[in-house]
Nanobody, 125 residues
Framework: VQLVESGGGLVQAGDSLRLSCAAS????????MGWFRQAPGKEREFVAA????????YYADSVKGRFTISRDNAKNTVSLQMSSLKPEDTAVYYC???????????????????WGQGTQVTVSS
């Protein structure tokens, strides 16, 4: 399984940024997909998850209303559109997958079984 993120960078508070993740080596259409992040000195935390149809999405309270997760099963990609970014959103963002988890229940409750290498997002004040 390979998950390759792209789209990170340095932005100012209030800006928007879009992260993308290309997945291979797994049955993408039956996998729960998500994004997690880890800030310096903190534990990795859940950000967002999406079911295989894209019809169900889940967000951490800290990003609800600002971030939008989406997926394209034809292209095996998952994206995270981030708006109204805050300095506290600064972190390494990881694409994550849980196989045989079409409802994205397991990825939220038990965590992923596959991780990307991460992409840095830095939000300056």
């Amino acid at each position: 399984v390979q998950l390759v993120e792209s789209g990170g960078g340095l932005v100012q508070a209030g800006d928007s940024l879009r992260l993308s993740c290309a997945a291979s080596g797994l049955t993408f259409s039956t996998s729960g997909m998500g994004w997690f992040r880890q800030a310096p000195g903190k534990e990795r935390e859940f950000v967002a998850a999406i079911s295989w149809t894209g019809g169900n999405t889940y967000y951490a309270d800290s990003v609800k209303g600002r971030f939008t997760i989406s997926r394209d099963n034809a292209k095996n990609t998952v994206s995270l559109q981030m708006s109204s970014l805050k300095p506290e959103d600064t972190a390494v963002y990881y694409c994550a997958a849980r196989r045989w988890d079409p409802s994205a229940t397991l990825i939220r409750n038990l965590g992923p079984d596959n991780w990307g290498q991460g992409t840095q997002v830095t939000v300056s004040s």
